[in-house]
């Protein structure tokens, strides 16, 4: 097959006499793999395609190179020659002068993976004089060949997109890290490897030097899950030392690549904002407390965790170094609501050593964010007034005072929790008495009748971390509230007050029927009768009754059913007195 060498070697080109001989044999006349009319010798090449492939990307040229495996054998069946004995495979360039005329002819317009029977007769082989001891002079050659590989100097790295994802965030770029699959095949389908059965991706710098110089360049412009073909002729790839056992010399290589994800040592956090609701007053910042979902991604899509899945918020603070760096850094200067994708790259994530079995070293991590809520452990209730009665209002509610309000409670992304229509009555209380929660009790403070307020009640005014039945832990409450109608209340202690000076002589008017005691049937009535008079009136908000059935066992001090004189004494005098006990 060489110019020179020992016999063994086969397809050797005749002498230059030969040459000129079979030169002036070829001018008769050249039919393609056919016999002369009279049953004579060949004039041509005999060429049987019995393999075609399907696909032919490509045919041989004169001046292309080539590796092709092939037998040898004499028109009797013998072999005298066959690539296959000494596993290699032939690679050189053809139409050039380097094999016999037969070969170079039966090459032409080969595809790769094409098998063909070749006859070349002895003008197109070794002719007259054969070769020593190997092929006797004037035989006929047969040839069984396959084209496993076809090159030209000219050639560039060809790319292919399979597959292009609809989202391109970036492509890459010389002097990016990588991380891709890849199988890696040569020209003619043989599998050489592949990072699929080594469980993980390449990772490598590209423009560097890391790399051959093909997959340099076959990977700039690729996207994040773009696949891609690279077909990389020899000289870009291994050349002509071929690389072990797997890559032979002068082998071009097919890629089949996967891109998984892609960063630069100087890229920074990424903020895409996917949805901004109206209104935004207030954007998180560091050493606020918020509360938001996530879905985490790989960049190429792989999702590897969720706060959905837990059906629960994730829930901390904010620049506060409780979280990955670059998850501090895109979560702030957020608004409530919002919906925000936040792309992380490694060393402001799990830099090259990963986490767990779902985040690889070196992965630039994808996260769809939406912020539930947030605030800061010095928020004070935030109160916006919605709308205020028309006519004057003099007096408004304050401390001690029996309100009843409507109201709505939800958390911010609009979740419902509670509503006092759904009970078809007004919430009752008492403020400043701990009967409802401390940001409700200062929300409802200073309102009129009639007044709508709007409330953002921080958790630690609310339910606090640990949250309540139905109320998610350090969740901030908005409220929507109406005071539907207020009552003034009593001083702290007070279970009844005079609006006037009480009675000069207060056991008299008791003692209905002036037996000198006063059971609690007579307490009650008069007692009554003062409420009804407008002369005084009980603690709003409690069952009359049972506020007057207390007062009556206070004042009956020794439990005897009835009240004296000497039992009888006012709280105000009683206050007084305790004062003097304890100067």
Known sequence: MFRTGPPNHTLLRPPLLQILLLLLVQAVG????????????????????????????????????????????????????????????????????????????????MCVNERRRLIVPPHL??????????????????FDVVLLDVWNQADTV?????LRPPHCPRMVQESDFVRYHYNGTLLDGTAFDTSYSRGGTYDTYVGSGWLIKGMDQGLLGMCPGERRKIIIPPFLAYGEKGYGTVIP????????????????PKDTVQLETLDLPPGCVRRAMAGDFMRYHYNGSLMDGSLFDS??????????????????????????????????????????????????????????????????????????????????????????????????????????????????????????????????????????QGMCAGERRQLVVPPHLAHGESGARGVPGSAVLLFEVELVSREEGLPEGY?????????????????????????????????????????????????PEKTIGDMFQNQDRNQDGKI????????SDEDQERVHEEL
Request: aromatic share 8%.
């Open 30 to 109: 050249r039919g393609l793999g056919r016999a002369s009319p009279a049953g004579g010798p060949l004039e041509d090449v005999v060429i049987e395609r019995y393999h075609i492939p399907r696909a032919c990307p490509r045919e041989v040229q004169m001046g292309d190179f080539v590796r092709y495996h092939y037998n040898g054998t004499f028109e009797d069946g013998k072999k005298f020659d066959s690539s296959y004995d000494r596993s290699t495979s032939v690679a050189i360039v053809v139409g050039v002068g380097r094999l016999i005329t037969g070969m170079d002819r039966g090459l032409m317009g």
């Open 125 to 142: 082989g070794y002719g007259s004089i054969g070769v020593a001891g190997l092929i006797p002079p004037d035989a006929t050659l047969y």
């Open 307 to 444: 706060s959905y899945s837990r059906n629960h918020t994730y829930n901390t603070y904010v620049g506060q170094g409780y979280i990955i760096p670059g998850m501090d850094q895109g979560l702030q200067g957020s608004c409530m609501g919002e919906r925000r994708r936040i792309t992380i790259p490694p060393h402001l994530a799990y830099g090259e050593n990963g986490t767990g079995d779902k985040i690889p070293g070196s992965a630039v991590l994808v996260f769809d964010v939406h912020v539930i809520d947030f605030h800061n452990p010095a928020d004070p209730v935030e109160i916006k007034t919605l709308s205020r009665p028309p006519e004057i209002c003099n007096e408004t509610s304050k401390a001690g005072d029996f309100v009843r309000y409507h109201y709505n409670c939800s958390l911010l992304d609009g979740t419902k929790l509670f509503s006092s229509h759904d009970y078809g009555a007004p919430q009752e209380a008492t403020l400043g008495a701990n009967k409802v929660i401390e940001g409700l009790d200062r929300g409802l």
């Open 564 to 571: 004296t004189l000497e039992e009888l004494k006012l709280k």
């Open 249 to 264: 010399p002068q082998a071009s290589l097919v890629f089949h690549v996967l891109l998984i994800d892609v960063h630069n």
């Open 158 to 162: 060809q790319v292919s997109t399979l």
């Open 495 to 543: 279970l009844f007050v005079w609006h006037e000076d009480p009675p000069a002589n207060l056991f008299e008017d008791l003692d209905l029927n002036k037996d000198g005691e006063v059971p609690q049937e007579e307490f009650s009535t008069f007692i009554k009768a003062q409420v009804t008079e407008g002369k005084g009136r009980l603690m709003p908000g409690q069952d």
